[in-house]
């Protein structure tokens, strides 16, 4: 257990900080599984360019790797061509 005050704090403020990236990235997981289940073209070129600046949140937070989100980007611009 933490003995000063400030580690104290920082345990406190970690939980905060870890609530809220694991809000983040499971909101950016459950558009990039819509995305992929989506079959229309339209819809789908619509939701890429949020679905993309959402990852590049993730990615600018390391809350998920930058290659991750590099990845990720790329599998589904190629998923939005090929409808």
Known sequence: MANHKSAEKR???TEVVKVHNKY???TTRTMVKKLRE??????ATEMLPKVTAM?????????IHTNKASNLKSSLTLLVNKL
């Open 11 to 13: 345990t406190r403020h």
């Open 24 to 26: 983040y990235a499971r």
């Open 38 to 43: 989506t079959t229309d073209k339209t819809e």
């Open 55 to 63: 990852l590049d949140k993730l990615a600018k937070k390391n809350i």
